[in-house]
């Protein structure tokens, strides 16, 4: 009969995070997943900087500069950031090992060995509580480049799980066609896609429009299964951000926008604008094939002969020859992955040569 692709549970979170109280916004997420899986979901995607906050409504709210300001905030997002390895993480991890679901979360990374130096990250941990990357946003947009630094192409990845190949970005990089198609030329075929809030009045009328644009279409070009997890804005975050009354009251929209889209576009639930929720959708990897038979741009849709991705997937290192394998072991790129088994082989054969002559 053929090979099967049985249907299963994936769930974006809408929630508003914590301003900036990292151990209080991790309790939150910890209910999320719980909540996600009761009802039944094996991946679980959150919003953008989820742990403990987006910068942005901080500075966009304010009718006054807030530039002189950003020192005391700068110092509150290192103290709330999150390190890896941590105890933080170890919390999120067995919640994800409670819960028997991949999770994909946004946050604000702080450098272990670079004090000062933040990055907007997505944590992904496996079912068994595992982490298996910190992927870093490869350019910040607009006010983030206030605060953050860029990521590299070692932490661009697709990760394989039972339910498909996983992988994930962050609000603009949906804008990047080059990052997207490195995704899809690994196989990636189900996505989360982490945003923060976006009120309306703040950032403007088209902006909600413009996200779920950007997401549907690269459902339907990757032919993915798209799990777009928004953040909301709620009365905490307006009064940590707001310094004045008429400021909270030019907040007049909660952003939101979460959904969960199938590979021609359709959203299978969704959106919700406003209020916090974890949507759910039960999805099956063999509904994104018809469209791959009309239109499958990494098999015949495709002229890799006239057009191909230069795709840097080095560590990026201060010292430019450290090797890749000093530079971030914890986050071994597939070449390097494969040439350390290659070098295993190869001493293994050595090894047995070596034990030949011993013998004669």
Known sequence: MGETYPSFTVAAVQAASVFFDRDKTIDKAIRCIEEAADKGAVIIGFPELFVSGHAGLWYMAKRTNPLPLQGKLFKELVKNGVKLPSPEVDRLCAAARKAHAFVVIGMSEVDTLYPGTLYMSQLTI??????????????????????????????????????????????????????????????????????????????????????????????????????????????????????????????????????????NGQYLAGPIYGGEAVLTAEISLEDALPGKMKHNVLGHYSRWDVLNLNFNREKLSPFGNMPVEKADPACPSAELQETRTMLRDLNDKLDGLAENLRHK
């Open 126 to 263: 496996s079912d068994k509580g595992e982490v298996m990357a910190m992927r870093r946003k490869l350019v910040v947009t607009a006010i983030e480049k206030l605060i953050y630094s860029n990521g590299d192409g070692s932490h661009l990845q697709v990760h394989d799980t039972p339910y498909g190949k996983l992988s994930a970005l962050q609000c603009g990089e949906h804008a990047s066609s080059l990052s997207k198609y490195a995704l899809l030329a690994m196989g990636a075929q189900v996505h989360v896609a982490g945003w923060p809030s976006f009120p309306r009045n703040v950032n403007g009328e088209g902006q909600s429009d413009s996200v779920q644009f950007r997401v549907r279409q690269f459902a339907h070009e990757g032919k993915l299964f798209i799990l777009n997890s928004c953040g909301v804005t709620d009365q905490q975050n307006i009064d940590f951000c707001c310094d004045t009354q008429e400021e909270k009251d030019n907040i007049v929209s909660e952003g939101g926008g979460t959904a969960i889209i199938g590979p």
